[in-house]
């Protein structure tokens, strides 16, 4: 076959056949653009900016949280009270994530015994014969006695027995209950590890000082390196308004990239930390938005009886997702993509051939060129041999 950029002619002078060179620049052209074209996809993608000369290994991680912030709450039924940590971080300690209530219905005094059901299409009752003994629905409070008892002046519904009185969850306090729950904190402490380079870190740098940590709130410009993060910034730099999500819950996430150049410096490896929010907010579907749990708190009086308070809690989760990859110099993946670039040239003969017989205007004459039959004189003008290469 002839190669790219250079066809072959051959004539015969004699009895012994004679080879001509027959270039075209054109040719030659397109053969060295496809041949840079190649060189420069082996040094700048595949080793400047995939750093194909690496070893790389994924992060190992751990995560632990501390919330802090107190606010005041004044309402009728409660009162004057104060929230802290205790009340308002449900559970104390999560698995990457921290819960931190922000809207919530309380239903306090709740003691076992019979009260009617909240009213809704099934529950309505005239006589007790709407009412079934022992029937539990899917979102009933109690187990029905079979009883058509008065909820109000003006309709009666099936009594239940139960944790009495009911909880009502049809109105949802707006604004949120705790409105200042944007100014409370989140301190972050992340570990990671390399193992396959033994590397550790965590993103409490060595430059950080106790004095430092005491005073410093997270900011992307002028402290992208502190680890307390002020919740409303969060919900903010995610482009939702905390007000807003307060009111019904929702879950943001922190993300905290480690990527690492272990062939520089311990020091070049630092975490960078973007937020968004993980669950959807769309305006056209609004069946079960947000996020909510209840609990509730026990205890007992005087007389022994058994009484709770019923939470139901409405508010924001907050998931800690680290992401990471490190690499570093190593013999065995620089031969391999060495070889590999070098092996991508033999391609460049293949590429010139399509373009040139296929593409350019002056096509068919380099096929004539390319493709050449012969004729041996020696063994007469009838037998030919088709160099077809």
Same mark, same amino acid.
């Given at each position: ?30 053969? $060295?653009?496809?041949? &840079? ?7 700048? @993608?595949?080793?400047? @900016? ?14 632990? +949280? ?11 039924? *409660? ?43 099934? +529950? ?6 709407? !009412? ?15 009883? !058509? ?10 009594e239940i027995f139960a944790w009495c009185p ?20 989140? *301190?972050?402490?992340?570990?990671? @590890? ?59 996430? &922190?993300?905290?990239? @480690?990527? !690492? ?10 975490? $960078? ?12 579907? +609004? ?22 308070? *019923? ?37 460049? +003969? ?12 002056? $096509? ?14 020696? *063994? ?10």
């Open positions: 076959m002839v190669s790219c950029g250079a066809f072959y002619s051959f004539l015969f002078e004699y009895d012994t056949p004679r080879i001509v060179l027959i270039r075209s620049r054109k040719v030659g052209l397109v053969n $060295r653009l496809v041949q &840079l074209a190649i060189l420069a996809y082996v040094i700048g @993608w595949v080793f400047l @900016w995939e750093k194909g000369y690496q070893e790389t290994d994924s992060v190992v991680s751990s995560i632990t +949280t501390k919330v802090k912030g107190v606010t005041l709450t004044n309402t009728s039924s *409660l009162g004057a009270r104060i929230w802290d940590v205790a009340d308002y971080v449900i559970p104390p300690q999560g698995e990457n994530a921290v819960f931190v209530m922000t809207n919530v219905i309380l239903t306090l005094n709740q003691t076992q015994g019979h009260c009617p059901e909240l009213p809704d299409d099934k +529950t309505i009752c005239t006589t007790k014969e709407d !009412c079934a003994p022992g029937y539990v629905g899917t979102h009933s409070n109690g187990i029905q006695t079979g009883k !058509c008892v008065p909820y109000n002046s003006s309709i009666k519904t099936c009911v909880e009502n969850d049809s109105y949802i306090p707006k604004p949120a209950f705790l409105q200042e729950a944007e100014n409370f904190t989140i *301190l972050v402490k992340n570990n990671i @590890w390399y193992p396959k380079f033994n590397f550790s870190k965590r993103n409490i740098l060595p430059t950080i000082n106790s004095t430092y940590l005491k005073n410093c709130i997270y900011d992307s410009q002028t402290d992208p390196f502190c680890p307390i993060f002020r919740l409303g910034k969060i919900v903010e730099a995610a482009g939702q308004n905390f007000q807003e999500m307060a009111v019904e819950g929702g879950v943001m996430g &922190l993300q905290i990239n @480690w990527d !690492c150049n272990l062939d520089r410096a311990a020091s070049h490896c630092v975490p $960078r930390y973007s937020f968004r929010r993980l669950d959807s907010k769309d305006s056209a579907h +609004t069946v079960s938005p947000g996020y909510n749990f209840r609990f509730a708190k026990y205890y007992k009086d005087q007389n022994g009886t058994e009484s709770r308070t *019923l939470a139901k809690a409405y508010g924001i989760r907050f998931d800690i997702l680290v992401f990471g990859k490190a690499g570093k110099f190593d013999v065995i993946p620089t031969m391999i993509n060495i070889g590999s670039g070098l092996a991508l040239f033999g391609v460049a +003969t293949v590429l010139c051939d399509i373009v040139v017989l296929y593409c350019m205007k002056k $096509r068919y004459y380099y096929r004539e060129k390319k493709y050449k039959y012969v004729e041996d004189y020696e *063994l007469g003008g009838s037998e030919t041999y088709g160099t077809n290469s």
